[in-house]
């Protein structure tokens, strides 16, 4: 009887003939597609505008009818990273009117593997990937290999992941909502801030002041606080440009706010997971401004829990500045289906 157990070379083999690969990152503005034509290897990047696009399902075959038309070989196995938890088959974006069936969409666009998931989750298996140059330090400290990572991330809302090592060397993202947690204020303004939106909505969690909303939020408690008058609540990048562009007292103070805070949220999160791996901050809002965070009392804050403080002065933190970072672990994801499919996990 012939033995049938796969070679090192047959697996090579094998998996080389599942590239190349599509890689696709839903944002809120564009929807952004590349190509891994070997093992993390990723090409240039096509963004198209979502707004464009009556379906995700359409913006990928513009993309892959472009590919056709060039004559490039189409791939069959694609990953998709979305802003939304992914539960089951139907996924309908949160903040996009798209909704589709998973596994309907993969046999519309003919794909043999089409893997959704957060992209929160793919940016956390992206972390061992990210080079030196796409992270920036904020607070030094000492990596042990073989503990969690923790990633953080505020945005349009607050992201929260993680990466636990597993039997086998693996590593395994985790996919919670811990953007929700409670938040716990420190400072006056801090309270201000809080107060302000337990009277509108009860329960506080950390996304309501953790994010781009969150700003606006923070602010608009301040002005109250202050008497200044404002015709409107200010925009997030109207309450950034005030802090770091025009020096504007009560838009510095909303950033002091939002910085102290995050420290504070970023250490719980850190000792809940145990995070010796190093912390990593994402999202759309930290990677501008990393020269104000490093600045901040975020550090300080980070560390100030009490007498668990010596175990997270040794903990470093970064923040993930590389374009496109949750490609790679797009890459990750899909490789890793591919590889149970082919027993070769």
Not at 225 to 231: D, P
Not at 313 to 319: A, N, R, S
């Amino acid at each position: 009887m012939a033995d049938t157990a796969s070679t090192p070379a047959t697996a090579r083999a094998s998996a080389s003939a599942t590239f190349p690969r599509l890689l696709g990152d839903v944002g809120g503005t564009n929807v952004r597609f590349a190509i891994e034509s070997a093992p993390m290897q990723i090409g240039p990047v096509t963004a198209l505008k979502v707004a464009d696009f009556p379906s995700l399902e359409a913006a990928m075959r513009q993309f892959l009818d472009g590919l056709a038309a060039t004559g490039q070989r189409l791939p069959r196995h694609a990953a998709v990273g979305l802003a939304n938890p992914v539960t089951g088959d139907q996924v309908k974006l949160t903040n996009h009117n798209w909704s589709f069936s998973i596994e309907g969409m993969r046999r519309a666009l003919g794909l043999q593997t089409l893997v959704a998931l957060n992209d929160f989750t793919a940016l956390a298996l992206a972390l061992p990937h990210l080079p030196a140059d796409g992270l920036a330090r904020v607070r030094s400290g000492t990596v042990v290999p073989t503990a969690p990572l923790a990633l953080v991330g505020p945005g349009t809302g607050l992201g929260v992941s993680g990466l636990v090592p597993a039997p086998g060397g693996q590593m395994v993202a985790l996919a919670g909502e811990g953007g929700h947690m409670e938040l716990m204020p420190a400072t006056d303004d801090e309270w201000v801030a809080w107060r302000a939106v337990h009277r509108q909505l009860g329960r506080v969690s950390a996304e309501r002041l953790l994010s781009g909303a969150g700003l606006s939020q923070i602010h608009a408690a301040l002005a109250a606080e202050t008497g200044t008058l404002l015709l409107a609540p200010l925009q997030p990048e109207q309450v950034t440009d005030g802090a770091f562009q025009r020096n504007d007292p009560l838009c510095q103070r909303t950033m002091t706010v939002f910085f102290g805070l995050l420290g504070s949220v970023v250490a719980d999160i850190a000792l809940v997971l145990g995070a010796r791996g190093g912390v990593y901050l994402g999202g759309g809002i930290l990677p501008r401004f990393v020269p104000a965070l490093q600045a901040s009392t975020f550090a300080e804050r980070f560390v100030a829990k009490g007498r668990m403080r010596g175990w997270l002065e040794d903990v470093p933190v970064h923040v993930v500045t590389a374009r496109h970072p949750a490609l790679p672990g797009l890459a990750r994801a899909l490789a890793e289906r591919l590889d149970r499919e082919a027993g070769n996990a």
